[in-house]
């Protein structure tokens, strides 16, 4: 637990450097790359190019920690993405990746969430006289413009069970599967701590109460 807090802690001062509201994959660290903004259609060539730069000879037992800030986006980059993870994983090279508070990590972004080896997210807390949130994560289905089809639907269900596959527990996939596209569903404490190798560590800058 020290080790994942003291990750999410070293994360804080690198998450000021990425700007918001924009797709960009950045390495920020000799271990660590920022990824904020919308996933977008091709981002998994951006993504590959950030981690490259990454030192993979002095990497720790987190391997290499992606911070995460996204609404989601395209899910064919967000597969491409977690299968990049995955076949890190399978080569013994782990990843983790951090919901900062007052992060986002929906829709597309809960795909890479699933693909990895250590899942953190932090407690939301006070800074300076300002309440934080916590890290947050929602689901959906799969839609096309808004839309949903048939075919979405068909590709929502293809999704939960690759999901599955890689240890995503059921309570969370039926969220998935059963929240439409327009709304989104938070992942609450239970469904975290449902989730194998996944913690939620403390707010790393609050004010003594």
Not at 28 to 36: C, L, M, R, Y
Not at 84 to 102: C, Y
């Amino acid at each position: 637990m020290r080790k994942l807090t003291a990750i999410a802690i070293a994360a804080a001062s690198f998450l000021a450097a990425v700007p918001a509201n924009s797709a960009d994959y950045r390495k920020v660290d000799f271990d660590t790359v920022a990824i904020s903004g919308p996933i977008e259609f091709g981002d998994e060539t951006k993504f590959r190019a950030a981690v490259s730069e990454v030192k993979i000879t002095q990497l720790t037992d987190a391997g290499v920690i992606l911070l995460v800030d996204t609404p989601g986006g395209n899910v064919y980059a967000a597969r491409q993405i977690a299968a990049g993870i995955l076949s890190a994983r399978i080569k013994g090279i782990p990843t983790t990746v951090v919901v900062r508070a007052g992060s986002v990590c929906a829709s597309s972004c809960v795909v890479m969430f699933a693909a990895a080896t250590t899942r953190i997210v932090e407690v939301g807390g006070t800074k300076d006289g300002k309440r934080i949130p916590s890290g947050a994560l929602y689901v959906h289905t799969l839609a096309i413009d808004g839309n949903e089809t048939e075919a979405t639907m068909a590709a929502s269900v293809e999704l939960a069970r690759v999901m599955k596959e890689v240890g995503t527990p059921d309570p969370v996939l039926a969220k998935l599967l059963l929240t439409g596209s327009r709304d989104g569903k938070r992942l609450d404490a239970r469904d975290l701590k449902g989730w194998d190798n996944t913690v939620l560590v403390p707010f790393h800058g609050s004010e003594p109460r």
